[in-house]
């Protein structure tokens, strides 16, 4: 028998699959598919004080191994995420829930994360300084060091939760952010957010995406996730989300020994709406053929 | 919605770039006419949303146009080629506010969603017409089929080579009907809209994530508040839409 729990920021985990904020909504639509209580946890839509409509469509594009949206965090704002989402979350979820948060100010995130501190199933909090489709916001504080240390520091002083900080792969230097984290009491760092990325159609010779560009996620980004996660979790003492285009359990595992405490599905989720349960299903078999017996202290040098 | 593997029966051209293609598989999650599916494709990470022509108990029929890759991959499967495909997806046609005598109107590869919608309509007892509007005599499908179901069926060709020509509006603009139903291209939408003397309802095409409601990739707004095309729509009523 293999063991496939994991110990993230204090909570255990039944297993390390997270399905990844954007990809799973609140829940629920996937819960008419299966008991969404197999996965380990999720996190779900990214919520901001106010509600958001988004960006203009097309918001999809299709790439090789890929895609890349500009949905530009569409949520019904933090007072409906309380009032409606939550209560239908809870409805088909009964594990600790991470919570997404986003904002476009410092007071945006504080706002948001104070009017979730009550909800006792929120068990961590992903802070994204990372989305690359909202201007004036966003992966604005996530491509400093600085600013992502302002934005750590306030959050902290509100919230007695765990709280993971979610950063962009779209910069120089992402080991000194993370650090930057760390230092003002980050409890994990979870990442890669998606890539910057663009198409252009050439029957119309213009961008395939409104907003021109967009995220770029799914397979063909694994590769990129793998490094930096190896690089994060070599240089930083608080607990790895790995996350960038995994679609199976042994990616699961690779992330893991790339130092990977838990594994976020993103994109997989929305070509594969069974994709997390088979995921969960495969990842004991895959663990036995590699001679893996717990999923703890994979992490290689 | 339902995930399970079909297997291509037929597989062949309508027109030029119009194909129909018959699969074999479990069809019980789809239940309303103009619901769509979205199929897996080799070499593409995406599904490709296709809508419901047809469907009975064992088979799905799908009618597309080679718009671009993944139709290209399509219109080349031999028979026999099996298939992931999501099915029961989107809302689908309300008939029950359809009146006596509907009017659906299909515009190019909109006219595939009208046939299975005729049939239910008829089955229901009601007096169907159809305008069918293509760009010329070479792109008419599906005109016998409708025929066959019993409909009173009108073609428009916008270079006149057969049928009325013109639009399906300056057809749509002489008759009397007690709704309406429509699939077809934005600008016919917006000719509908300016047309129409009754309620109806408008099936709209977006690019689409994930086809079932997680992604939020085809959004879009409405008087009744922020709706997924994919999940809350394909089809939306004429009152709720903002043009």
Redesign the interface.
Known sequence: MVNTKVNLCGIELDNPVIPASGTFGFGYEFSELYDINILGTFSFKGTTRDPRFGNPTPRIAECPNGMINAVGLQNPGVEKVLSEELPKMKKVFHKPVMANVSGFSVEDYVYTVERLEEEDQIGWYEVNISCPNVHGGGMAFGTSPEAAATVTKAVREVTKKPLIIKLSPNVTDIVSIAKACESEGADGISLINTLLGMRIDLKTKKPVIANKMGGFSGAAIFPVAVRMVYQVSHAVNIPVVGMGGVSSASDVIEMMLAGATAVEVGAYNLIEPYGCKKIIEELPAVMEKYGIKSLEGLKID | ?K?SIFTIKENVALTSTVYKMVLVGDTSDITATGQFVNI?LDG????RPISVCDWDAETLTIIYKVVG?GTEHMASMAIGTELDI?TGLGNGYNTEKSGDKPLLIGGGVGVPPMYALAKKLISEGKDVTVILGFNNKDEIFYENEFKKLGATVYITTVDGSYGVKGFVTDVMKNLTYSYFYTCGPMPMFKAIEATAVTSGQFSFE?????G??????????TKYG?KRIC?DGPVLEREEIIW
Request: charged letters at 25%; one cysteine or more.
């Open positions: 919605m995930q897996k593409l990470f995406l599904r890759t999501l977006e690019r689409m994530g994930c079932f409601g997680a992604c939020m990739g085809c959004s879009c707004k922020n999940r």
